[in-house]
């Protein structure tokens, strides 16, 4: 309270006098939401508002307290024409906020009112319309960026592919313009290399990192994450290996991050015990380094090795996550330890873990059971969910019945996923053979009439595939979002 009033008294005192450099003070030191409305009025009085310095303080200001709205409407809508360098900072506030729409706004208003841009403009606009995955604006401005000359800028060009290398980007275009660049750095492989990672072509993410190193452009660690996690869903292990003599020679620290990278990629890659190994050597350890050892193991069907490190995992202090006992689950199912499975399961439906159990930790708890032959329990879980089952779930529960011989509960199943998907021939076929199997001619008959109505020509035999429960966790997207490439 004396500070308000110290405050407020500073103020009032110089009300007409007040000069730029008590203002940045002001600004400076600002921590309450009252006395920036205060330094407003002043802003005003001394008509300083349109002063470049004081505006990106006072955006700073509002930033920090959460009022870039505020910033916004001051300086941007009640400003006659304000300078570019005002418009500027504020994309740049409000992309690093991480607040959409907001940029591309402020961009919109700029264009149309002919308040020229320039190649600071862009960086952070992109930023905010990658972030946000906002292709058809992304779009838009590129157009404008290469009709006034700045694609030649290599931080506009950077920002730009790498709003066609966001989650919901366009990887051609991303690649169309990276060819079309004069100037490459690492970012620009970077992006690329992640862009493509991210949208599952794991071989042309390789081929964007052999390109990289053929032009003598040295990789940094956001790129040996990326790449490591292309070789570990490739099954690129020369790469891969090669990837960590690098940091080797490099004398690169192995950190949470990189540790984890190399570790994921050799339990994908099958070479657990090198993985183990990374393990061993890193200093610092956190979730999703423990989540990739135990994957790995479990990859590597050493479920005793696996429920060895889970163990031990929560006795260094670790508390389990949504992936790890996911892993866990699959784990059991995939070799037959029902007891540690049902354990795991029942500790997360009594909250345990601090987290409900996903629909993935179901489906992988069916599958478990499914197996395992305890059809009655896998059913009686089916029935129980807080949400509906999907054919993931039924699809386990019918190769375990089928499996088991439980002809009954077989045919509940493919109802199920002949419901779930009806434009599906192949379940259709797992019926009509469920009631030959049982004799049902006359239900054989009337299934096989569907199928001929429905355009269905198979008439004897079925394939069928058994869907996995873990539904693909991707534990590289996860390693990866402890890293930001900007």
């Known amino acids: 309270m004396i500070k308000i009033k110290i405050f407020l008294s500073s103020i009032h005192e110089t009300e007409m006098s007040i000069t730029?450099?008590?203002?940045?003070?002001?600004?400076?030191?600002?921590?309450?939401?009252?006395?920036?409305h205060q330094i407003q009025s002043q802003l005003i009085i001394q008509n300083l508002q349109s002063d470049t310095t004081i505006a990106a303080h006072f955006i700073s200001a509002c930033h920090s307290l959460g009022l870039l709205c505020t910033a916004h409407e001051f300086l941007f809508i009640h400003l006659y024409n304000p300078h570019v360098f005002i418009c500027n900072s504020l994309i740049r506030a409000f992309s690093h906020a991480c607040i959409p729409h907001f940029p591309y706004a402020i961009y919109a208003s700029m264009h149309g009112n002919s308040i020229v841009t320039n190649n600071y403009t862009f960086p952070f606009l992109f930023k905010s319309l990658a972030d946000f995955s906002e292709l058809k604006r992304g779009r838009s401005v590129h157009t404008h960026v290469v009709k006034l000359g700045y694609l030649a800028d290599i931080y506009v060009g950077n920002s730009l592919l790498n709003v066609y290398a966001s989650r919901e980007g366009d990887m051609e275009l991303c690649r169309q313009l990276f060819d079309e660049m004069r100037e490459r750095d690492v970012v620009s492989f970077t992006v690329l290399i992640t862009g493509f990672r991210r949208a599952g072509k794991y071989d042309d993410a390789l081929i964007g990192f052999e390109q990289m190193l053929s032009t003598g452009v040295v990789p940094n660690r956001v790129t040996m994450v990326n790449?490591?996690?292309?070789?570990g869903s490739f099954g690129a292990i020369d790469m891969g290996v090669w990837i960590h003599g690098f940091i080797k020679r490099k004398g690169w620290e192995l950190d949470v991050i990189l540790g984890t990278a190399l570790i994921d990629m050799y339990g994908k890659c099958g070479r657990i015990e090198e993985g183990l190994s990374v393990f061993h050597k890193m200093k610092e350890k956190n979730i999703f380094t423990w989540n990739a050892i135990i994957k790995g193991l479990a990859l590597a069907k050493n479920v005793e090795e696996a429920v060895f490190w889970f163990t031990r995992m929560k006795q260094e202090g670790f508390m389990a996550d949504k992936v790890t006992l996911l892993e866990m689950l699959c784990a059991c199912s995939h070799s037959g330890f029902v007891d540690m499975g049902r354990q795991i399961f029942c500790s997360l439906i009594q909250g345990k873990y601090g987290f409900s159990p996903t629909a993935k930790h179901y489906a992988a708890t069916i599958d478990l059971l499914s197996r395992a032959g305890c059809l009655k329990d896998a059913f009686r879980i089916i029935r129980g969910m807080p949400f509906e089952p999907t054919k993931s779930m039924w699809g386990s529960l019918l190769s375990g019945c089928r499996t088991h011989g439980s002809l009954e509960l077989s045919e509940f199943a493919a109802k199920k996923l002949v419901e779930l998907e009806p434009e599906s021939g192949a379940y259709h076929v797992a019926l009509s053979n469920l009631y030959a199997e049982m004799g049902r001619w006359n239900d054989v008959e009337e299934a096989r009439e569907l199928m001929k109505d429905k355009g269905f020509n198979k008439e004897l035999g079925c394939s069928s595939m058994e869907p996995d429960p873990q539904n693909h966790v991707h534990?590289?997207?996860a390693i990866i979002k402890m890293n930001t490439c900007s």
């Open 20 to 36: 730029a450099n008590r203002i940045f003070q002001f600004l400076n030191s600002c921590s309450y939401r009252c006395h920036l």
């Open 475 to 477: 534990d590289s997207d």
């Open 227 to 231: 790449a490591l996690a292309a070789c």
